[in-house]
C-alpha cells in the first residue's frame, strides 16, 4: 500500500488527467454527432428531398425571401439539382410559373458565388468526424503507452521483489519525523511534505496542492531534478529545483538546492542561475521562499552524497526535504 501510495505521488496527475478527459469527451462529442441532431435535409431519403423541396418552393411562392430560398436549398446538398429536376418534370400541384422563378432564383445567387454550385458533400463531414475520432484514439492510445512505459521504468525490478528507488524513497519519508513547530512558538503551517529523493529515481518531480481548510486552492509546491552531471544510468543528481506557485501571484518562486561541487563549478552555476536563486546545500540548512500571500521553508532533513569516480560531493545518494506552507503575513 505504502508503495502504491508513492506512486500515485509521483505520477503526473493534473495533466495527464486533463488530457485524457479532454480526449474522452472530445471523442463522446464525436460520437454523438451520429445521432445527426439538428440534422439538415440533406440526410432523408431522396423522396423526402423531393417533398421538402415542393414546400420550400410552396413557400418561395408566399413569402418571396431570396435568403430564405436559398437557404432551403443548400440545406438540400447535393440533392437538390435533382429533387428539383424532378419537380420541374411533375410539378404536381406546385404552379410551374414559381416554379421556374424558384430555379431562376437559386441559379442566380449560385453563379455569383463562386465554387458555390453545391454544397459540400455531407459524406465529406462524416469523413471528418470518423478523422477526429480515428485520432483522438491514437492519441489516447499514446497516453496509455506512454503511461505504460512510465510505469515500467518506475517499477523497475519490482517483479522480482528488489526495492525500488521510489520505495525506499518513501520509507524513508514515512519514517521521518516532522518538525512540530507549534512547540518552536510558530503557528502550524497550512501544509507540511516529506519529500525524498533517492538515487535511481531518475523521474523525482514530487508536487502538492496547497488548499485552505474550507477546500480553496491558494497554489501549488514542488521539487524535482534541475541538473544531473557525468553520463549513464542512474542520473547523478547534482542539483534540485524548489519552486511556489501562488494563484495571487504572476511569478512563481524558485531557488535550486545545489551540491558542493555544483556550487563551485563556474559553469554549472552559470547554467542554474536563470532558474532562481543557487543555495549550497547542507545538513539541516534551511531555505524560504516567498509570493505575494504565501511561505515555503524548506529543512534540509538528511543529506548522503554519492561516491564514485565523480568529483567528492558532486552528486546525492539521499536527499530529504521538509517543505512547510504558511501564509505571507502583512
Same mark, same amino acid.
Given at each position: 500500500?505504502?508503495?502504491?501510495?508513492?506512486?500515485?505521488?509521483?505520477?503526473?496527475?493534473?495533466?495527464?488527467?486533463?488530457?485524457?478527459?479532454?480526449?474522452?469527451?472530445?471523442?463522446?462529442?464525436?460520437?454523438?454527432?451520429?445521432? =445527426?441532431?439538428?440534422?439538415?435535409?440533406?440526410?432523408?431519403?431522396?423522396?423526402?428531398?423531393?417533398?421538402?423541396?415542393?414546400?420550400?418552393?410552396?413557400?418561395?411562392?408566399?413569402?418571396?425571401?431570396?435568403?430564405?430560398?436559398?437557404?432551403?436549398?443548400?440545406?438540400?446538398?447535393?440533392?437538390?439539382?435533382?429533387?428539383?429536376?424532378?419537380?420541374?418534370?411533375?410539378?404536381?400541384?406546385?404552379?410551374?410559373?414559381?416554379?421556374?422563378?424558384y430555379?431562376?432564383?437559386?441559379?442566380?445567387?449560385?453563379?455569383?458565388?463562386?465554387?458555390?454550385?453545391?454544397t459540400?458533400?455531407?459524406?465529406?463531414?462524416?469523413?471528418?468526424?470518423?478523422?477526429?475520432?480515428?485520432?483522438?484514439?491514437? %492519441? %489516447?492510445? !499514446?497516453?496509455?503507452?506512454?503511461?505504460?512505459?512510465?510505469?515500467?521504468?518506475?517499477?523497475?525490478?519490482?517483479?522480482?521483489?528488489?526495492?525500488?528507488?521510489?520505495?525506499?524513497?518513501?520509507?524513508?519519508?514515512?519514517?521521518?519525523?516532522?518538525?512540530?513547530?507549534?512547540?518552536?512558538?510558530?503557528a502550524?503551517?497550512?501544509?507540511?511534505?516529506?519529500?525524498?529523493?533517492?538515487?535511481?529515481?531518475?523521474?523525482?518531480?514530487?508536487? =502538492?496542492?496547497?488548499?485552505?481548510?474550507?477546500?480553496? =486552492?491558494?497554489?501549488?509546491?514542488?521539487?524535482?531534478?534541475?541538473?544531473?552531471? !557525468?553520463?549513464?544510468?542512474?542520473?547523478k543528481?547534482?542539483?534540485?529545483?524548489?519552486?511556489?506557485?501562488?494563484?495571487?501571484?504572476?511569478?512563481?518562486?524558485?531557488?535550486?538546492?545545489?551540491?558542493?561541487?555544483?556550487?563551485?563549478?563556474?559553469e554549472?552555476?552559470?547554467?542554474?542561475?536563470?532558474?532562481?536563486?543557487?543555495?549550497?546545500?547542507?545538513?539541516?540548512?534551511?531555505?524560504?521562499?516567498?509570493?505575494?500571500?504565501l511561505?515555503?521553508?524548506?529543512?534540509?532533513?538528511?543529506?548522503?552524497?554519492?561516491?564514485?569516480?565523480?568529483?567528492?560531493?558532486s552528486?546525492?545518494?539521499?536527499?530529504?526535504?521538509?517543505?512547510?506552507?504558511?501564509?505571507?503575513?502583512?
Amino acid at each position: 500500500m505504502d508503495f502504491i501510495v508513492a506512486l500515485l505521488k509521483k505520477l503526473p496527475w493534473v495533466p495527464t488527467l486533463t488530457l485524457v478527459v479532454g480526449l474522452v469527451g472530445g471523442l463522446l462529442i464525436g460520437w454523438q454527432t451520429k445521432e =445527426f441532431k439538428d440534422a439538415t435535409p440533406s440526410y432523408l431519403r431522396a423522396d423526402l428531398q423531393e417533398d421538402y423541396l415542393r414546400m420550400a418552393i410552396d413557400s418561395f411562392r408566399l413569402n418571396s425571401d431570396p435568403n430564405l430560398a436559398v437557404q432551403r436549398w443548400r440545406n438540400l446538398g447535393p440533392g437538390a439539382q435533382q429533387a428539383y429536376a424532378n419537380i420541374q418534370a411533375n410539378p404536381g400541384k406546385a404552379d410551374p410559373n414559381v416554379v421556374n422563378a424558384y430555379g431562376e432564383l437559386i441559379t442566380s445567387v449560385l453563379s455569383t458565388e463562386a465554387g458555390s454550385e453545391e454544397t459540400p458533400s455531407t459524406g465529406t463531414s462524416s469523413l471528418s468526424r470518423t478523422a477526429i475520432i480515428g485520432v483522438g484514439i491514437i %492519441l %489516447l492510445l !499514446g497516453v496509455v503507452a506512454a503511461g505504460g512505459l512510465y510505469l515500467f521504468r518506475l517499477l523497475g525490478k519490482r517483479g522480482s521483489g528488489e526495492v525500488t528507488a521510489v520505495m525506499h524513497a518513501s520509507e524513508i519519508s514515512r519514517n521521518t519525523e516532522k518538525t512540530n513547530f507549534e512547540e518552536l512558538g510558530l503557528a502550524p503551517p497550512i501544509t507540511q511534505t516529506m519529500t525524498t529523493y533517492v538515487l535511481g529515481d531518475d523521474l523525482y518531480d514530487e508536487s =502538492f496542492s496547497i488548499d485552505t481548510q474550507a477546500g480553496e =486552492f491558494m497554489g501549488e509546491y514542488g521539487v524535482g531534478v534541475s541538473e544531473a552531471i !557525468g553520463v549513464g544510468d542512474p542520473k547523478k543528481v547534482t542539483a534540485l529545483e524548489i519552486w511556489l506557485f501562488d494563484k495571487n501571484d504572476i511569478k512563481t518562486a524558485t531557488k535550486v538546492l545545489m551540491s558542493q561541487h555544483a556550487f563551485n563549478d563556474p559553469e554549472i552555476r552559470g547554467r542554474l542561475e536563470r532558474k532562481g536563486e543557487l543555495v549550497v546545500v547542507e545538513q539541516q540548512a534551511q531555505v524560504l521562499l516567498e509570493t505575494a500571500t504565501l511561505q515555503l521553508l524548506a529543512t534540509v532533513v538528511d543529506l548522503e552524497y554519492g561516491k564514485g569516480p565523480l568529483p567528492a560531493n558532486s552528486y546525492f545518494e539521499r536527499i530529504t526535504l521538509e517543505l512547510a506552507i504558511w501564509p505571507r503575513q502583512g
